[in-house]
């Protein structure tokens, strides 16, 4: 079965600019901490005039898998999003939606045996879906395999059955570990490491595949890939929560270890990496029938060490404690997603909370919302493309799919505007790049018949958005003076030198410009360049 997704601007676009964007411009003017100084005083300005302005409100468009469950699967290989298995109550799903980001279109495959709380990493050309509860009280060891290259479905075994394990790819290597021998209503905790390597042969040769241990049994870990470790995060045991990480060094081929600064269970979808860094995001830290509920944020920091170095980890919050939420990482930003909370007066419930990190700075953008607040939901993202599926919003299962893309192509636009009465069209576009991302933006005045006894020149970069119009004595003043334009000089004729961070953060930034030649005894004023950012 296919079906499309409408990816129009309108439709499945983050939101980038307008003057009520204010969350969105003051996120960017944080992230800009040691770049140009005229982007960071714009973004400030920008994000002042804006402070009056509603929120705009949720990032996320809303989709649909084919069937709502929980507990289900995902995996990326970076084009394509799947999301397998899954159940509604003690009905076990057989299906796999596959969203495709190239075609912005959904296919369905069925998985050779229905299963919950199984896993899925992708190595290569193949995607692994493996293991999972069959039952309330019996595990799989079902290996569903699709080559994404011919398209066709093959199965191979884990060495044990188990459901609530983890998974994680390192280099050539799919890595399964921990987990439990029995269903989720039987949970044997469980040592056991399958290891897929991808450079001896297919999946569906058993010398590819081999066998370890981890330092403690256990399921519901946090699993996670940074460089060469592979890294496997707290979970529980039979002795309850633990804070091991067992880290798989691919360089090597060693195991060690580390600790989390807090016992907890993590579960499949708690862990995410990002500009060097692995997050293991919220928990379980007493799991009695009043369960408390973890905010707390381990940050691995590859920069700083190896994960054994315990200079090399940090802590961060959450905006509130929870469990069964799924952390993704698109670009530079994390997501941490729903979740199930406990509040005081209520008791437990399922959360639309979405906690949004800047990885590079770590700090935190404001809370973003899910259509729907929803615990043991999937998350995964391509370059452009980050989807949120399933779950349970308590006491209803959904197919709910909150969705985001980052563009791969934004426009960038230079629009010449004289005013009135009009200024001479001098200010010409820029000579080598127009405003674009990570470009250098070099705009000129031509001096053929403009002050050709000019001594230099002048852009103004307004910070006020939208057009404006003052008649002067040295022409039509087109850049709001309210606020302190940005000025840049140069040598009559020569191109103004503007760089433009490469940051997804400025898609979609406007500004006016206008430009002004001086000769020693008079100014005379330029029309304007009203510039978008874009990006290729």
């Given amino acids: 079965m296919n079906r499309s997704l409408d990816l129009s601007p309108t439709k499945f676009t983050r939101t980038r600019v307008r003057e009520d964007h204010r969350g969105h411009i003051a996120r960017a003017a944080r992230r800009l901490r040691g770049t140009n100084a005229f982007w960071i005083g714009a973004l400030a300005l920008c994000s002042t005039m804006a402070s009056a302005a509603p929120p705009s409100g949720t990032s996320f468009t809303v989709d649909s898998l084919s069937a709502p469950r929980k507990a289900l699967a995902s995996a990326t290989d970076g084009q394509r999003i799947f999301f397998a298995g899954g159940r509604v109550d003690t009905t076990r799903s057989d299906v796999v939606d596959m969203f495709d980001s190239a075609t912005h279109s959904w296919s369905t495959f069925t998985l050779s045996e229905a299963r919950s709380e199984l896993v899925a990493t992708c190595v290569g050309s193949y995607v692994l879906i493996a293991g999972g509860a069959s039952s309330p ?37 799919a890595i399964f570990a921990g987990g439990s021998s029995g269903g989720p209503m039987a949970p044997i905790p469980s040592d056991v490491v399958d290891i897929y390597d991808a450079s001896v042969g297919p999946p569906s040769d058993p010398l590819a595949w081999s066998t370890t241990t981890l330092s ?17 995060a707290g979970g529980i045991s039979g002795h309850g929560p633990r804070d091991v990480v067992d880290i798989y060094d691919d360089a090597t081929g060693l195991w060690s270890t580390a600790t989390l600064s807090q016992a907890r269970s993590l579960e499949v979808h708690s862990a995410a990496t990002a500009s060097g860094r692995a997050y293991f995001a919220g928990g379980v830290t007493d799991p009695s029938p009043t369960a408390q509920f973890s905010d707390r944020v381990d940050v691995y920091d590859s920069a700083v060490g190896p994960p054994s170095d315990p200079l090399a980890w940090s802590t961060l919050t959450l905006s509130l404690g929870r469990v069964s939420l799924a952390a993704v990482a698109l670009g530079d930003t994390v997501y941490f ?51 949120f599926g399933g779950g349970d919003s308590w006491p209803t299962v959904v197919a709910t799919v909150d969705a985001l893309e980052l563009p791969s192509a934004y426009p960038p636009a230079e629009v010449s505007r004289m005013g009135t009465p009009p200024n001479p069209d001098v200010l010409k576009p820029g000579l080598t790049s127009g405003p674009v991302l990570g470009a250098t933006w070099d705009p000129y005045i031509d001096h053929t018949t403009f002050v050709t006894g000019a001594l230099v020149d002048v852009l103004a970069v307004g910070q006020v958005p939208g057009p404006f119009n003052l008649p002067t004595s040295l022409g039509t003043l087109l850049v709001d003076l309210s606020l302190p334009p940005i000025w840049f000089l140069a040598s009559p004729g020569a191109p103004f030198v503007c760089s433009i961070p490469n940051d997804p953060a400025f898609l979609g930034l406007m500004f006016g410009t206008q430009g002004a030649s001086a000769d020693g005894v008079t100014v005379v004023l330029t029309n304007a360049l009203d510039i978008t950012i874009g990006a290729h």
């Fill in 216 to 232: 403690v049994p256990r399921g519901q870990i946090g699993a996670t890939t940074v460089g060469t470790y592979a890294l496997f």
């Fill in 337 to 387: 997603a729903g979740g199930i909370i406990y509040d005081p007066v209520t008791g437990q419930g399922a959360t639309d909370v979405v906690d949004v990190l800047q990885a590079s700075t770590g700090t935190w953008d404001p809370v973003e919302h899910l259509s729907v607040g929803r615990l043991n939901l999937a998350g995964e993202a391509t370059d452009h493309h980050l989807l």
């Fill in 137 to 173: 009280f019996s595990a799989s060891a079902k290996v569903d395999v699709l080559d994404t290259t011919t398209m066709t479905w093959t199965t191979a075994s884990l060495s044990q059955a188990r459901s609530i394990l983890a998974a994680t790819t390192v280099g050539q290597k």
